[in-house]
């Protein structure tokens, strides 16, 4: 598919590529394993100018378009679905919202060292009580004098343990439910703002995931991002670009499960002939492959409808559930390929399944993109 790739974005592919199989693809298994951070790894993606792709020079970012971010996002999780999802996380979820809807001087303040990657950011909108249906958060940020003061519990926050820069969702107006909403740019060692529980989980280990309190917790009065009671709507235009990282980061899944499977099946002999002989296998393989392709194209075309600045709620809901459902299939489909071998750690496939799964819950289930997708059909 590179006839539809700019010279540009060509060359952020290859460049990506490269950085990703020499320098995040030896650690990605034991990062995994135990849970590492890729510290050193996000530092040379900072110099690399991978931590700001999409945003402008003017802030720190690179000054790509949203198409290179894919492209960037995909080559990093074909080595490291860990590394993807936390530079994905850090780019669409907290750059993206401070730079949509930030005031020039929180722009200013925050931008450039999140952009360089000098500092990790996240997003935390999920509560334990408050999953698919967020806006049933209960997190509660109160005025007083010149200063909102933060009551609530956050989980499930990706890169929580390393951000210093979170955006936050909390209810300023309870009884305005969704319309009550705001969102808030909270810094780390803030007096009140803690880390809580880590999760420990079946994939992408090296991007942690934990809960963020807020006891009285006091940020100052000009923290608060875009307009006050408009939080809800900057979570879900948030989370529409978010949806494209996560169908990236599923598409690079997707795409290093179906090379390990053919690079497998043509070394591996049995009844003396490679199993790439078996129809079964090719049919797999095949499977795969057309699979991999649709969901491509459908992330290309979400990532090019925000490129062009038009409203891709629908296309981005789409990509996001065919790609992270093909990551499962293709992760399922190499593991079936590689027989038992590929349910020992000594494969890479067993990991791909493991880093798959999240796809199809994070940033929305497969059945909430669903939802938007009917949603918009029967509008
Ligand atoms: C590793 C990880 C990282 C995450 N990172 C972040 C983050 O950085 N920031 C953040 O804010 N959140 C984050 N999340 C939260 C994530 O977005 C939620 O887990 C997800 O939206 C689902 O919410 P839930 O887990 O509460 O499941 P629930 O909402 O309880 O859903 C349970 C089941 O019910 C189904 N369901 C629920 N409602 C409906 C419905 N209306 N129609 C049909 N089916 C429905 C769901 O699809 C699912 O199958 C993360 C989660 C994980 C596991």
């Known amino acids: ?10 060359m952020v592919e290859i460049m990506v590529e490269k950085f990703a199989r020499e320098e995040i693809a030896p650690q990605a298994r034991a990062n995994q394993a135990q849970e590492i951070f890729p510290a050193e790894i996000i530092k040379k993606a900072g110099a690399l100018g991978l931590m700001g792709i999409a945003y402008p020079a003017e802030y ?3 000054g790509m378009d ?48 999140l952009c360089k990657g000098e500092k990790i ?39 929580a343990c390393e951000a210093e820069v979170a955006v936050i969702m909390a209810l300023t107006e309870p009884a305005q439910k969704t319309r009550g909403i705001s969102a ?3 810094e780390k060692g ?12 079946l994939g992408i280990g090296a991007c942690s995931t934990a809960e963020l309190i807020f006891e009285d917790c006091a940020i100052p009065k000009a923290n608060l991002l875009g307009e006050i009671n408009k939080g809800f709507k900057i979570a879900m235009i948030t989370l529409d670009g978010g949806r494209l990282g996560i169908a990236s980061q599923a598409l690079g899944i997707a795409r290093a499960a179906l090379e390990d499977a053919c690079k497998y099946a043509k070394e ?22 057309t699979e991999y392709e649709a969901a491509w194209l459908l992330t ?56 798959a799964k999240i796809t199809e819950i994070y940033e929305g289930t497969s059945e909430i993109m669903r939802a938007i997708i009917a949603g918009a059909c029967l509008k």
């Open 300 to 355: 290309y075309r979400a990532s090019l409808l925000k490129d062009k600045g038009v409203n891709y709620s629908k296309e981005a809901a789409m990509a996001k559930l065919k790609a992270s459902e093909t990551a499962s299939f293709c992760a399922n489909k190499a593991m079936q390929i590689h027989g038992g071998y590929g349910y020992t750690k000594e494969f890479d496939v067993e990991r791909y399944l493991r880093d």
């Open 184 to 186: 808030f740019i909270v």
């Open 121 to 159: 950011g996240c997003f935390a909108l999920t509560e334990p009580a408050a999953g698919s249906d967020a806006g049933g958060l209960k997190t509660v940020a109160v005025l007083a004098n010149d200063h909102w003061v933060l009551n609530g519990v956050k989980n499930f926050i990706s890169n």
């Open 268 to 289: 591996r002999e049995q009844f003396n002939q490679p199993i790439a002989n078996f129809q079964a296998i090719q049919w797999m393989i095949a499977d795969m492959c």
């Open 66 to 113: 949203y198409i290179s971010y894919m492209l960037a996002i995909e080559q990093i999780s074909r080595y490291c679905a860990s590394t993807g999802v936390i530079i994905s996380a850090h780019s669409s979820l907290c750059i993206d919202p401070i730079y949509r809807f930030g005031s020039e001087e929180q722009k200013q303040k925050y931008l450039p060292s």
């Open 1 to 10: 598919m590179n006839y539809l790739l700019s010279e540009e974005q060509k």
């Open 60 to 62: 720190g970012g690179s």
């Open 190 to 201: 803030t007096p009140g703002f803690s880390i809580g529980k880590k999760e420990h989980k």
